[in-house]
């Protein structure tokens, strides 16, 4: 292994912007020039008799270590934007830049490796692996970077211990309730040390107490100075976040931080 | 900004181990699904492997050094053995590297029956030998049943019947009065042969001594067939001089065979059911294959979403479809070693069952394995194909 997609963080993806560099002034310098995330004009249309545009021009910036909640009712395009922050799906047109690289024009080896060593996912269905048990999914998170076993499943149990779990290291997923579950997929997204974790409804399968730990568990990540995206059409969830993207009809209706806006509108100051 | 490309790595052991899990996880299913080929090379393993038992215990019995000679005079001209002459077996016995000699003598004509209430023309094909008592030493025989004709009951009308012979009769058998009904006259059965595998004809013959054969029979002390053993490195050389040895007036007319040759030629060959055999085995592997295509393919529309997540987590599309890959080689690998353990299993039980020694050829097992592993690869070409082109949404939307 490499420094380079070692578990600490990477120097030459993220710029210089570590944890130590976000404060006060740190949220403004990430929601200006250090973008983690970067998409310049996308659009998405999906083929089909009826095209479906699903994106209609879209700018957003995540600086680092921004806690972020898209909100919108269903096909206002917030699953699409995730997809395509996420680099899950190619947008029709416009741009997406991973800490400032383009990523429009790699290709799909490319691509992927880009999604294993920049960003972690987070789903609504957790999406564990039943016959792994629990280090056994996190350190799956690390699978595709190349470390060896002993090294993946380390970096796994750390992990866990991160989001609480270090005393379900060898438990099932069927051993687990379901906030546990989701805190396992939350240490699998964090485990190789991503810049930006993109969940997708991340507690919408989960009771509104259970949720609530999960949130303070994202928010708490997000301190560590990695960026959190959750797409949510829970209000609750959306609060917790300090910047909030509300999109409708495949565009961004409104931002609580505008692009190229010096001051944060609203949310809690980034602590360190 | 000048990052390095991150590249996403697979390592090899990774993929089998994740392979291995994904099987395990499902182990039922892996194990129904890796039967048809099991079967498959079972079928084949064991059939080669039968036969290479056979074979192997026939060239045992035959004593590795093919050393039995057989002498005859032909034909007459009824087709019947024709005679040679009286003085033959103690000429060959006189051949410095004979071992044991023993002649026999074709009675025209004799048939045997259980009673005299079946009619002749139900021989039963048995013909009646006049043997000498070295015949089971000269041909390496035994006695299944009773015992073999000894210089008393050489002299008496006792008989002895081959494997085949007594089945046809159905004495299974030997109690004291057990008779047959032979050339008129009723014959004690004093025992049964075991099969001969050097001289198929003494299976279905009945046995009598030749002073019986000649006192009551009509021989006139003629064999028409002289069987010899001689030293292992001499067989060539006794070969020789045989025809001049038996008949040195027509030497031409005398016959010399090697039995342990001829068998083991169509030992060699091999029968045509162990092509058929190897042909359903083929087939059976062929259809198991399919079978493992079709769970690799259903075992894809199952796991879209851990396809997706897998490519989430950075697996490219060419490590989802080699995992798949190898998935399905795995499970037909299993098919394969499986099948090669219930083949040699089959052969084990075969060849101690009949008593012979186990040969289970290592060729056979390669090829299996290699012919599993092939069938494997090209079952998970498709489904393999079809994991990698699946794009990250779409397999993440299908829940």
């Known amino acids: 292994m490499t420094g380079h997609d070692g578990m600490g963080h990477d120097g030459t993806w993220q710029d210089g912007t570590g944890p130590d560099g976000t404060g006060p002034d740190g949220a403004v310098q990430a929601a200006g020039r250090d973008a983690v995330l970067e998409l310049v004009g996308v659009r998405k249309t999906y083929p089909g008799s009826a095209p479906v545009r699903a994106l209609a021009g879209v700018d957003l910036r995540i600086g680092a270590g921004e806690r972020v909640a898209v909100l919108g009712p269903s096909g206002s395009g ?45 789903f609504q269905q957790f999406f564990l692996l039943d016959h792994l048990d629990a280090v056994g999914n996190v350190a799956l998170g690390l699978l595709y970077r190349g470390g060896s076993v002993p090294e993946r499943r380390l970096a796994a149990a750390g992990a866990l211990a991160r989001v609480g779990l270090g005393h379900r290291l060898a438990h099932r997923p069927q051993q687990l309730s379901g906030g546990e579950r989701q805190r396992v997929a939350i240490a699998r997204a964090i485990a190789g040390h991503a810049s930006v974790v993109l969940a997708d409804e991340p507690t919408g399968n989960l009771d509104t107490a259970t949720g609530a730990g999960i949130v303070a568990l994202l928010t708490e990540i997000a301190g560590d100075g990695t960026a959190v995206v959750v797409v949510t059409h829970d209000t609750g969830v959306a609060a917790a976040m300090e910047r909030r993207v509300e999109m409708r009809d495949g565009r961004i209706l409104s931002d609580t931080r505008q692009p190229g806006s010096a001051t944060v509108a609203a949310g809690t100051p980034l602590t360190t | ?253 005398v016959q010399v065979s090697r039995p342990s040759q001829l068998l083991a030629a169509r030992a060699q060959a091999g029968s045509a059911l162990t092509g058929l055999f190897l042909a359903l085995g083929a087939v059976a592997v062929l259809v198991g294959g399919v079978g493992v295509a079709n769970i690799m393919v259903i075992s894809v529309l199952e796991r879209r979403s851990e396809i997706g997540l897998r490519r989430a987590l950075g ?58 592993l092939s069938v494997g690869l090209l079952a998970g070409v498709y489904p393999a194909a079809r994991a990698a082109r699946l794009t990250p949404t779409e397999a993440l939307r299908a829940t």
Request: some cysteine; aromatic content about 4%; proline content about 6%.
């Open chain 1, 78 to 122: 917030k699953s699409t934007l995730l997809h395509i922050l996420g680099t899950l799906e190619r947008p029709t047109s416009g741009v997406i830049r991973v800490a400032g690289r383009d990523v429009s024009a790699l290709s799909d080896a490319e691509v992927s490796a880009v999604r294993g060593h920049q960003l972690g996912f987070v």
């Open chain 2, 1 to 253: 900004m000048t990052a390095i490309m991150p590249r996403s790595r697979l390592r090899a052991g990774d993929t089998l181990r994740s392979s291995a899990g994904s099987l395990r996880s499902r182990a039922w299913r892996a194990a129904l699904s890796a039967l048809g080929i099991a079967i498959g090379i079972a079928a084949a393993v064991a059939v080669l492997g039968v036969s290479a038992s056979s074979r192997a215990a026939l060239l045992a019995e035959l004593g590795a050094e093919g050393n039995l000679l057989t002498v005859s005079a032909g034909q007459d001209f009824t087709g019947s053995p024709a005679a040679l002459p009286v003085t033959a077996t103690g000429m060959i016995r006189r051949i410095p590297p004979v071992q044991s000699v023993c002649a026999v003598g074709y009675l025209p004509g004799v048939t045997v029956r259980r009673t005299a209430a079946v009619p002749a023309i139900d021989s039963g094909g048995i013909s009646v030998l006049a043997t000498q008592t070295s015949l089971l030493r000269t041909l390496g025989g035994s006695v299944a049943r009773g015992t073999f004709l000894n210089a008393a009951t050489a002299r008496y009308p006792a008989v002895v019947l081959g494997a085949v012979a007594a089945q046809t009769l159905g004495i299974a058998r030997v109690p004291p009065g057990t008779q047959v009904y032979l050339a008129g006259q009723y014959f004690t059965v004093v025992g049964i042969l075991r099969p001969v595998p050097l001289a198929p004809e003494i299976d279905e013959a009945a046995l009598v001594g030749f002073p019986v054969a000649n006192a009551r029979l009509g021989l006139g002390g003629h064999p028409t067939e002289v069987y010899l053993r001689t030293e292992p490195d001499q067989v060539q050389a006794v070969d020789e001089v045989l025809p001049f040895t038996v008949n040195p007036a027509q030497p031409e007319g």
């Open chain 2, 315 to 372: 697996a490219t599309r060419r490590q989802v479809g080699s995992q798949f890959l190898a998935e399905s080689v795995m499970l037909s690998a299993l098919g394969g070693v499986g099948g090669v353990v219930l083949g040699a299993v089959a052969t084990t039980a075969y060849a101690l069952a009949s008593r012979q020694s186990v040969v289970v050829p290592l060729p056979a097992v390669g090829e299996g394995v290699a012919v599993a």
